[in-house]
């Protein structure tokens, strides 16, 4: 192990490699593994391929049966499908064996994570025989009393995630017709995908082959990953780098045309902006890790959009100042403090963004989205050590503005400054500079 | 009033009236059911998959530390014997202990209560392999009509052991051919 001296000494690429290992070598102690693998002994009570169900040595009842997957997942949102199904497959019938033979009806006990509980780093769960009147009280579920904000906060982001994480399982599982039952949001997604596909005419053609639920599925991601629009719009260089590193991405747009889908989402926003007519706070609220961990969209597009806002509200008076440089070049920009560039490029931001208003007059403007620099999680921090970055070399930094293709490739090189730029839109950033500077 | 957060054909989602937690996430399938085996393979499977994804909602949207998934079979006995599964959002010293307090076991006694469970084990592993549906045999009908028996057994106390282990001997009497 190392102490949090050396941890902190780490670079973030080390840090990864150490994790890595740290797994390996988790899964090497991994108690669970060896009693799968046979080198610890278990009174196994069912075994078969993907499964395996031993008693506890530990039990709460008499009878207390684990069942885990042979292989190491640490919770379960982490198993793949099939073991998953299987798995509760199994977890069915053994209740029913212990119905069956002890006479006794069954709890299912899962703690994901150590605060819940979890005791090894294997996934699995217990099967606990219950009976009326034993004295198992802690699996009771207790009740409480809340109000306030916080928790009306709460169920509002669980009332809006809901639905659409289970929309996109069923969609994978081809089992759309279980939604049948809709509420009034249901319809509203619907409505919206409809839209898209009415819109969409020329998308059909490269994605003809597919069957319509495949661009239904991509109509609908699209829709609620406008940041990703935005991608592929600008940048579809950038998605398919993103396919080439996660099979994931890979299997949404597998045999779609990523540059006819790019030319045709240009062309539809010249033509008629679409608006997804939602509040910054319902977009903040929205996310759906579970089709594209990749842009995690989450906090961070609200945020950065009004801090953009007071950013530039603050710079007024430096703006007033380097106006009267007139045509800057681009020497007194390196000159000109870190605000200059922050500023510039915000303000270029709030430029850009009156443009769209502007073509977009008609419709709700302030739900408009503009392609972002900075994707990350924490984009206000990540844009400060960027700058930081530039400070120090001002060479990188031209490098950058006049080829950011070079650059990109020279990032393969140096993971640690490709770390720097994670989820950077850098062609993006290239050309607010060379805005900058044309000013 | 419940906080219903997700509904389709098999399963409702809610927000109980008097959460344990704010992050709390009840699922009740749609269909009458007291036991697990009242449901189809397809339904438990359905279950299990949203108590899932709403523990990975009260993960990334709740930052949840960690969740528990807690479904407890109902007794005949209850007001409202209908199964759901909890999902509850776990945080650093939230005070809560889903733990239990180790039963010693004599080995001999794990060994036998091992032995029964796996007999009838693999009568069920043989079902899912062949295909053949395990739960609509004798033993689902029996389970209805037996368990009320079972704690009829308890109530009248004496020897609970030696009765569970007659039934287990009769039992596997009628497996005989």
């Given at each position: 192990?190392?102490?949090?001296?050396?941890?902190?000494?780490?670079?973030?690429?080390?840090?990864?490699?150490?994790?890595?290992?740290?797994?390996?070598?988790?899964?090497?102690?991994?108690?669970?593994?060896?009693?799968?693998?046979?080198?610890?002994?278990?009174?196994?009570?069912?075994?078969?391929?993907?499964?395996?169900?031993?008693?506890?040595?530990?039990?709460?009842?008499?009878?207390?049966?684990?069942?885990?997957?042979?292989?190491?997942?640490?919770?379960?949102?982490?198993?793949?499908?099939?073991?998953?199904?299987?798995?509760?497959?199994?977890?069915?019938?053994l209740?029913?064996?212990?119905?069956?033979?002890?006479?006794?009806?069954?709890?299912?006990?899962?703690?994901?994570?150590?605060?819940?509980g979890?005791?090894?780093?294997?996934?699995?769960?217990?099967?606990?025989?219950?009976?009326?009147?034993?004295?198992?009280?802690?699996?009771?579920?207790?009740?409480?009393?809340?109000?306030?904000?916080?928790?009306?906060?709460?169920?509002?982001?669980?009332?809006?995630?809901?639905?659409?994480?289970?929309?996109?399982?069923?969609?994978r599982?081809?089992?759309?017709?279980?939604?049948?039952?809709?509420?009034?949001?249901?319809?509203?997604?619907?409505?919206?995908?409809?839209?898209?596909?009415?819109?969409?005419?020329?998308?059909?053609?490269?994605?003809?082959?597919?069957?319509?639920?495949?661009?239904?599925?991509?109509?609908?991601?699209l829709?609620?990953?406008?940041?990703?629009?935005?991608i592929?719009?600008?940048?579809?260089?950038?998605?398919?780098?993103?396919?080439?590193?996660?099979?994931?991405?890979?299997?949404?747009?597998?045999?779609?045309?990523?540059?006819?889908?790019?030319?045709?989402?240009?062309?539809?926003?010249?033509?008629?902006?679409?608006?997804?007519?939602?509040?910054?706070?319902?977009?903040?609220?929205?996310?759906?890790?579970?089709?594209?961990?990749?842009?995690?969209?989450?906090?961070?597009?609200?945020?950065?959009d009004?801090?953009?806002?007071?950013?530039?509200?603050?710079?007024?008076?430096?703006?007033?100042e380097?106006?009267?440089?007139?045509?800057?070049?681009?020497?007194?920009?390196?000159?000109?403090?870190?605000?200059?560039?922050?500023?510039?490029?915000?303000?270029?931001?709030?430029?850009?963004?009156?443009?769209?208003?502007?073509?977009?007059?008609?419709?709700?403007?302030?739900?408009?989205n503009?392609?972002?620099?900075?994707?990350?999680?924490?984009?206000?921090?990540?844009?400060?050590?960027?700058?930081?970055?530039?400070?120090?070399?001002?060479?990188?930094?031209?490098?950058?503005?006049?080829?950011?293709?070079?650059?990109?490739?020279?990032?393969?090189?140096?993971?640690?400054?490709?770390?720097?730029?994670?989820?950077?839109?850098?062609?993006?950033?290239?050309?607010?500079?060379r805005?900058?500077?044309?000013? | 009033?419940?906080?219903?957060?997700?509904?389709?054909?098999?399963?409702?989602a809610?927000?109980?009236?008097?959460?344990?937690?704010?992050?709390?996430?009840?699922i009740?399938?749609?269909?009458?059911?007291?036991?697990?085996?009242?449901?189809?393979?397809?339904?438990?499977?359905?279950?299990?998959?949203?108590?899932?994804?709403?523990?990975?909602?009260?993960?990334?949207?709740?930052?949840?530390?960690?969740?528990?998934?807690?479904?407890?079979?109902?007794?005949?006995?209850?007001?409202?014997?209908?199964?759901?599964?909890?999902?509850i959002?776990?945080?650093?010293?939230?005070?809560l202990?889903?733990?239990?307090?180790?039963?010693?076991?004599?080995?001999?006694?794990?060994?036998?209560?091992?032995?029964?469970?796996k007999?009838?084990?693999?009568?069920?592993?043989?079902?899912?392999?062949?295909?053949?549906?395990?739960?609509?045999?004798?033993?689902?009908?029996?389970?209805?009509?037996?368990?009320?028996?079972?704690?009829?057994?308890?109530?009248?106390?004496?020897?609970?052991?030696?009765?569970?282990?007659?039934?287990?001997?009769?039992?596997?009497?009628?497996r005989?051919?």
């Amino acid at each position: 192990m190392v102490t949090q001296e050396e941890w902190d000494k780490m670079s973030d690429s080390e840090k990864q490699e150490f994790q890595k290992k740290a797994l390996e070598e988790q899964k090497k102690n991994c108690i669970f593994c060896k009693i799968v693998s046979g080198e610890i002994p278990g009174k196994k009570v069912f075994e078969d391929d993907k499964v395996i169900a031993i008693l506890d040595i530990n039990p709460s009842a008499k009878g207390h049966i684990l069942v885990l997957p042979k292989d190491h997942y640490a919770i379960l949102p982490l198993l793949p499908p099939e073991i998953f199904k299987h798995m509760f497959r199994v977890c069915q019938g053994l209740s029913k064996v212990i119905d069956d033979t002890l006479l006794v009806r069954s709890t299912i006990y899962i703690a994901n994570g150590a605060v819940a509980g979890q005791q090894s780093p294997h996934f699995l769960f217990h099967i606990v025989p219950r009976d009326d009147g034993d004295k198992l009280s802690n699996f009771d579920i207790k009740e409480n009393h809340f109000e306030g904000e916080e928790f009306e906060k709460y169920k509002a982001i669980i009332k809006q995630n809901m639905p659409l994480i289970m929309k996109n399982h069923l969609q994978r599982e081809n089992r759309l017709d279980l939604l049948d039952t809709s509420n009034s949001q249901e319809q509203k997604q619907e409505q919206s995908v409809s839209q898209v596909e009415s819109n969409e005419n020329p998308m059909q053609k490269s994605l003809s082959n597919n069957p319509d639920e495949r661009r239904e599925q991509l109509a609908l991601i699209l829709d609620n990953n406008p940041q990703l629009k935005e991608i592929i719009k600008n940048n579809p260089e950038e998605l398919e780098k993103a396919m080439a590193q996660d099979p994931r991405i890979a299997e949404i747009f597998k045999g779609v045309d990523i540059r006819a889908l790019s030319t045709n989402l240009k062309s539809m926003d010249e033509d008629k902006p679409r608006f997804s007519g939602e509040s910054i706070e319902e977009k903040a609220q929205k996310f759906d890790l579970d089709n594209l961990p990749f842009f995690d969209e989450m906090d961070s597009s609200a945020s950065s959009d009004v801090e953009f806002e007071d950013k530039v509200e603050q710079n007024d008076d430096v703006e007033v100042e380097t106006e009267n440089y007139g045509d800057s070049s681009y020497e007194e920009i390196e000159d000109s403090p870190l605000e200059r560039e922050l500023s510039g490029t915000e303000n270029d931001k709030e430029e850009f963004q009156e443009e769209q208003e502007d073509i977009a007059e008609e419709n709700d403007a302030t739900s408009h989205n503009p392609p972002k620099v900075f994707l990350g999680e924490n984009p206000l921090e990540q844009r400060e050590k960027v700058f930081e970055y530039f400070e120090e070399k001002p060479k990188a930094k031209e490098l950058l503005k006049n080829d950011p293709d070079y650059f990109i490739e020279l990032l393969e090189h140096k993971p640690e400054v490709k770390l720097l730029f994670e989820d950077v839109d850098i062609k993006l950033l290239s050309k607010r500079l060379r805005e900058v500077e044309q000013k | 009033m419940t906080f219903i957060v997700y509904e389709d054909k098999l399963v409702i989602a809610y927000i109980p009236e008097k959460p344990m937690v704010p992050g709390h996430i009840r699922i009740q399938p749609r269909k009458k059911a007291r036991l697990l085996s009242d449901l189809n393979p397809e339904e438990v499977e359905h279950l299990f998959y949203t108590a899932s994804y709403s523990a990975t909602i009260l993960f990334e949207g709740l930052q949840a530390h960690g969740t528990n998934i807690i479904l407890t079979e109902k007794s005949e006995k209850e007001e409202d014997p209908q199964l759901c599964i909890d999902v509850i959002s776990r945080i650093q010293e939230d005070g809560l202990n889903f733990q239990w307090q180790p039963l010693k076991l004599e080995p001999l006694e794990m060994d036998k209560i091992a032995d029964q469970l796996k007999d009838k084990a693999d009568y069920f592993k043989d079902a899912l392999v062949n295909n053949r549906d395990f739960f609509a045999s004798k033993g689902s009908s029996s389970s209805k009509t037996i368990t009320p028996k079972s704690s009829a057994v308890i109530k009248e106390e004496e020897d609970e052991e030696g009765n569970k282990k007659t039934n287990y001997l009769l039992k596997s009497l009628h497996r005989i051919p």
